[in-house]
């Protein structure tokens, strides 16, 4: 009868635990967790607004304003439940259904965010390999067409995975020791003792990590191939400088994500995950919008040509102010 009445509070709510544990930590990690997350949401706009305001865009500062509204979608999902999660002391309760969406829209952002970056690898062999073709293949339709077809593909295996993972019965606890309802946290608490369960997961990591990982691959063994027989250092270098942004992006995703989901459901530990799922939705998506304007030359031209439109108009507003003051 116990068990009976577990699986029926399972398929109601979960009780997300949080960071229960660091009683001590919680007023220091709440700040840290907030200033992090204002700091991450005002990159991402800034750079967004740059972007959208800059009236010759090319495909690259296209691909970077997607990626940025992603980021900012991102941590909006994760962050504001961990941030109340260390405000209540005992977890905080989430619906079934609530839990099912967050898991949905966690996992559709970060696999957009991984076709996103198989087709930024795509736009850096063109511009490399095929330089005089580039402007032919890369037009604005075309990387329009390239960025729905990365968000729609997000979804549609984030759909399949959720379903997949919300019709198993949950029949061990209701508690989730996570500060959100990440994929293995929800599949601990599944009461299956085979490995059917994590069958979903496999074939979603496949289609979101390993396939656009390989197209990223063979980019990069293209671009490799092509700059051997760049005889200029000079030449070599500046081609090179174009991928560096790409490649630190593609590290810092592929490594927490690979760390996190490509691996069995019996070595699933609850204090470790927290702690890199602490780092690649807080920290990761922080370093993004910096990596942005420090790495690539576009984006810090593009914020400079922001930052002069703002003071010519507080400029233009200030003498106008003066202009009705003196009249």
Known sequence: ?????????????????????????????????????????????????????????????????????????????????????LIVVDGITISFVGCAAQMHLFVALGGAECFLLAAMSYDRYVAICQPLHYVAVMTEGFCLRLAVACCLGGFVVALGLTVAVFCLPFCHSHRINHFFCDVPAVLHLACTQNYTPELPLLAACVLLLLLPFLLILTSYVCIAAALLHVTSSVGRGKAFSTCILHLSITLLHYGCATFTYIRPKSSYSPAQDKMVSLVYTNITPLLYPFIYSLKNKEIRGVLRKMLRRKKVAQLNWDTIRTVICVW
Do not use: W
């Not at 509070?9 to 204002?38: K, P, Q, Y």
């Not at 495909?59 to 961990?82: G, H, R, W």
């Open 1 to 85: 009868m116990e068990r009976d009445n577990k699986s029926t509070d399972a398929t109601t709510e979960f009780l997300l635990l949080g960071f229960s544990e660091l009683l001590c930590l919680r007023v220091l990690l709440f700040l840290i967790l907030l200033v992090v997350h204002l700091v991450t949401l005002a990159g991402n706009v800034m750079i967004f607004m740059a972007v959208v305001m800059e009236p010759s865009r090319s495909p690259m500062l296209f691909f970077l304003c997607q990626l940025s509204v992603i980021e900012f979608c991102y941590t909006l999902v994760i962050v504001p439940k961990a941030l109340l999660g």
